[in-house]
């Protein structure tokens, strides 16, 4: 069972920067698609960025060309770059292994973003 563990999130100022991380357990990560999803309150959670096995990668429009996706598998950890943030990109952001953008193992606890106006 993979496990997946979020964390980088915090309160910055519309405009700034964060850099969240996703380390995952287990020996076969290099081989995971992996993704980023959130969640804002009231909504339902949504694909944010992927990147394949081969380091391809894909985003949300909402998302392009403002959050850059990575990985290190020597970590078995995956990275989310949050650029330009808006207070709409407020949401709790979770991980996973994906199947283009289909989520495919249970959720960790998420890293909270909030971004003020």
């Known amino acids: 069972q993979v496990q997946l563990v979020e964390s980088g999130g915090g309160l910055v100022q519309a405009g700034g920067s964060l850099r969240l991380s996703c380390a995952a357990s287990?020996?076969?990560?290099?081989?995971?698609?992996m993704g980023w999803f959130r969640q804002a309150p009231g909504k339902e959670r949504e694909f944010v960025a992927g990147i394949r096995s081969g380091d391809s990668t894909y985003y949300a429009d909402s998302v392009k060309g403002r959050f850059t996706i990575s990985r290190d598998n020597a970590k078995n950890t995956v990275y989310l770059q949050l650029a330009s943030l808006k207070v709409e990109d407020t949401a709790v952001y979770y991980c996973?292994?994906?199947?283009?953008?289909?989520?495919?193992?249970?959720w960790g606890q998420g890293t909270q973003v909030t971004v003020s106006s």
């Open positions: 287990g020996r076969y990560f290099s081989t995971y698609n």
């Open positions: 996973n292994t994906i199947r283009e953008r289909i989520p495919l193992r249970s």
